[in-house]
């Protein structure tokens, strides 16, 4: 198993106006401090090991846009990753990017191409109508073993996403308009000792 740094760049969907935000569970591993770039310091409400899901609350913030989940998830779709990948892989920046994807059998994400994806576990899952599927969840790979293994990369669907914030009464929020489920896209800081 790969060490876990003691600074470590994840990417969260907003799903609340209240300041709710949903994440990679792996994200928020050990972590003494967490912070929703460009929002404020976040604290972790629960966790789903089932799921891989992580519920973040910042306080005191209003005004966020957040995101709408589709109804349906496709069994093989064109996706479009957005997240914000790891600040080493952008000379320190924090811009969104895009990375193109096929959902594949069993909510596996195949990659167009190799490309870092340092940073983007927790980022949205957009169709070719801009809905979001879901949440993009990254594992460690399995190198060898006899036993089937979870695909390295994959797809946390809407649904799951859905039944974790009604198990948490978080209340869903209302659509927002076509294109703008970027805006709910937001980089994800844990800070270990």
């Known amino acids: 198993a790969a060490l876990a740094r003691n600074v470590e760049y994840g990417t969260g969907l907003i799903v609340s106006a209240d300041g709710y935000i949903v994440t990679d569970r792996r994200n928020t591993q050990s972590c003494q401090v967490i912070v929703a770039s460009g929002i404020g310091d976040a604290e972790q409400i629960a966790d789903d090991k089932d ?18 989940l589709a109804d349906t998830t496709p069994q093989k779709a064109e996706l479009t990753l957005v997240g914000i990948s790891d600040p080493q ?53 399995v190198l060898a073993s006899a036993e089937p293994s979870a695909p390295p990369v994959r797809l946390v669907g809407a649904d799951a996403i859905r039944r974790f914030l009604a198990s948490n009464n978080v209340p869903l929020a209302a659509p927002i308009a076509d294109g703008d489920a970027k805006a709910s896209v937001v980089r994800v800081i844990c800070v270990r000792k």
């Not at 799921?51 to 209003?62: K, M, P, T």
């Not at 059998?105 to 599927?133: K, T």
């Open 51 to 68: 799921s891989g899901l992580a519920l973040l609350r910042v306080y005191g913030v209003r005004k966020l846009a957040p995101v709408w």
């Open 89 to 141: 892989e952008q000379d320190g920046a924090r811009r969104l990017s895009e990375i193109k994807a096929r959902l594949a059998d069993g909510n596996a994400i195949e990659l167009r191409q190799p490309v870092p994806v340092a940073g983007y576990s927790g980022a949205a899952a957009l169709d070719a109508q801009g809905r979001v599927l879901g949440m993009m969840e990254t594992r460690n790979a």
